[in-house]
């Protein structure tokens, strides 16, 4: 039986991104390395690091016995669970799922193979050049292509003569204070150095799209999620305003009771009074969110901050600051010179499960196969006409909000069926001291991707004290793949099992092909069932989003050209105040914001509140080093500011 291996599958606890480490037999897993065995019986132990306060230090083993593999619990503290049961001593089978702390993963028996071959991470890119999801680019392609010569050859080196960009002929452009992104990141740091003093004429925001709400709008839109349906965001989250006051319910409560709608807007104000014990948590509805950064962006002059450019590298200079090598169109090149750069990039691509990219490979077929982020309305607009089958595939907050609009398509068809297919089952949900997470239906519940105390409470401070192990066990702990604790996905759910035509199947892909009536067949293998074919006529990958350095050819080219450490999750490293202290340049300083940074000192990084924050710790980092014209807020100035906004005043 030494000529097996185990595969353990699963979904990592704080990103949702897929684990697949095929290993030798006896494995040991625990949260402290050194705590494991690094031989058993003459035989060299495969050690699982499982980064959880949920995890005991060696927290469990798996030897073979009698030809087959035994999980063992060391006398862990939350013990071991095999299909959902506590156990001290377990055979595995194929297919069945092992739980140790927040780590669910699906146990595999395969031939043992003497080369390993890593496959590059199946992921749909933005393109560069409008934005917009595009599955035909390839991953990460060069920041240079070839017969190209810019950026310049003088890009090569760390520093860049200032001199050596006039010597081009290109235009140089001069400014303090410039933001790489253009996008909701971009747009929070300009507004708060704004309210802080900064005139708009100091400050640029490089972009594609001159909306800086425009990439999320529309995987919005795409994930189903209309204008008129609720984000999952808080109250008082609100990118138009540093104050959070008044909040977006109290604004729609407003509106509501102007209309004549009081009691709508009572139950408003009731939520957020009362959320989460007695009501469910308020959230903004798109539009609001939308229109509101509007009318923030015209008070800070965004269209005089924002320039159009795609961004094609970045370095130092030679006189403290930092140079931006851009696009403004085809041919059309140029360089800007800042002291202080704000990187807020995004997410560079979308999560594709691999099994789902070879079929399209294989098959040519972009239609019965697509990505919850992608424009597919031709999928419920046929649902609708015809009926039909949908799999989907990942259970989090996309996941749902796909259920919710197949749900209102049945309403005009009912001959529509649901198969939900899903890695392994979800008995328990994540646990943090005394707290644990609500699960219904293999889906875990909370009212937003972080517990809320990560945002301002205690949880952010504890994170922003530890270490970056401590970290690791904190966001494994605090994360996972959840959805939004609303009671009109869980009644649909109900109704859906109730009734026949949604059902829940767990199982490993084993492939995706075509019958001979052009409908996709998922061959899965199943616990308790063995193989059986999961037959649709299409398929919603609702994995999520990729935030990694190396998805991004623009930050792939930073860290490598400045040797730049990334932290654990393989996202830029950055101090407290969110700057990237390796990239200080005498006085220039860089700083980052959203989900490029998460695995740092905050947890919510990708959030609206989230990139407030981080704009928040990086001007008092400005205002600390005596960047020009910004003003370090107080109570009487703060308050003026607030004043300003609230009759529409530009802050200067």
């Given amino acids: 039986m030494t000529n097996l291996q185990i595969q353990l599958i699963w979904e990592d606890p704080t990103t949702g991104e897929r684990r697949e480490p095929r290993l030798d037999v006896p494995i040991a897993f625990g949260r402290e390395f050194a705590r494991l065995p690094a031989e058993l019986d003459g035989q060299r132990v495969s050690r699982m690091l499982l980064n ?19 999980v063992l619990d060391q006398g862990s503290v939350n013990g071991v669970f095999v299909n959902g049961q506590q156990q001290k001593r377990s055979v595995l089978a194929n297919g069945d799922t092992l739980q140790i702390g927040p780590y669910i993963m699906m146990v595999s028996l395969t031939a043992s193979v003497t080369t390993q071959f890593t496959n590059p991470p199946s992921l749909i890119q933005f393109n560069p050049n409008t934005n917009i999801p595009d599955p035909n680019l390839p991953l990460a392609p060069p920041i240079t292509p070839l017969g190209s010569s810019f950026p310049p050859l003088v890009f090569q080196t760390e520093q860049v003569p200032v001199q050596a960009l006039h010597a081009t002929g290109l235009p140089v452009d001069e400014c303090d204070y410039l933001a790489i992104g253009g996008g909701l990141g971009s747009f929070v740091w300009a507004d708060l150095l704004r309210i802080s003093g900064v005139r708009a004429e100091k400050i640029v925001a490089l972009g594609i799209e001159a909306e800086p709400y425009a990439r999320y709008k529309r995987l919005c839109l795409n994930s189903q999620i209309p204008l008129h349906e609720r ?3 808080n109250s008082d989250s609100c990118p138009d305003n540093i104050w959070g006051w008044p909040s977006y319910a109290w604004r729609e409560a407003w509106q509501d009771f102007s209309k004549g709608k009081l009691n709508t807007a009572l139950r408003y104000l009731w939520q957020v009074f009362a959320e989460p014990t007695f009501a469910e948590t308020y959230t903004p509805r798109a539009s609001n969110v939308f229109d509101s950064i509007d009318r923030e962006a015209k008070r800070i002059n965004w269209n005089q901050i924002y320039r159009y450019g795609r961004v094609r590298a970045i370095r130092k200079t030679d006189d403290g600051r930092y140079c931006v090598a851009y696009s403004r169109g085809q041919g059309n090149h140029a360089f800007f010179v800042s002291r202080y750069l704000h990187l807020a990039t995004g997410y560079p691509a979308i999560q594709f499960l691999p099994d789902l990219q070879a079929y399209r490979e294989k098959y040519q077929d972009s239609k019965s196969v697509v990505n ?9 607009e046929q649902l609708e006409r015809q009926g039909g089958t949908v799999l989907i595939r990942g259970r989090g907050i996309v996941a749902s909000r796909i259920f919710q609009r197949i749900y209102e398509a049945r309403r005009k068809n009912p001959s529509i069926t649901v198969l939900h297919l899903m890695r392994s089952p979800k008995p328990l949900g994540n646990k943090f001291q005394k707290a644990t997470r609500l699960v219904k239906n293999h889906y875990e519940f909370q009212p937003f991707n972080w517990p809320k105390a990560c945002w301002s409470g205690e949880l952010r401070v504890m994170l922003e004290q530890a270490t970056p192990e401590e970290r690791k066990r904190l966001l494994t702990d605090w994360g996972g793949t959840t959805t939004a604790d609303r009671h009109d996905w869980q009644s649909i759910t109900e109704q859906g099992l109730r009734e026949g035509w ?3 199947t767990f199982g490993e892909v084993l492939g995706v092909e075509r019958d001979t009536q052009n409908r996709t067949v998922t061959q899965i293998q199943e616990k308790g069932f063995g193989e059986m074919k999961l037959a649709a006529d299409f398929i919603v990958d609702a994995t999520g989003l990729d935030a990694k350095v190396q998805a991004s050819p ?7 050209q400045y040797k730049l450490p990334l932290n654990y999750l393989g996202r830029l490293t950055i101090a407290n105040n969110f700057e990237i202290l390796e990239m200080r340049n005498t ?6 914001a959203g989900a490029i940074t998460l695995g740092g000192p905050y947890a919510a990084v990708d959030s609206f509140l989230g990139l407030q924050y981080a704009a928040l710790a990086a001007v008092d980092g400005l205002a600390s080093a005596h960047a020009p014209g910004v003003r370090r807020l107080n109570a009487v100035s703060s308050f003026g500011q607030w004043i300003k906004w609230v009759f529409n005043q530009s802050p200067s």
């Avoid at 919850?372 to 419920?380: I, K, L, S, T």
């Fill in 52 to 70: 959880s306060n949920e995890v005991s230090r060696y927290h469990a083993l798996i030897v073979w016995d009698n030809n087959q593999p035994i």
């Fill in 231 to 233: 984000l999952r965001s």
């Fill in 587 to 592: 006085k220039g300083q860089m700083y980052a």
């Fill in 554 to 560: 623009l930050l792939e080219d930073i860290v490598k």
């Fill in 502 to 504: 949604y059902q829940i």
């Fill in 372 to 380: 919850a982020y992608e424009a597919h309305d031709h999928v419920y």
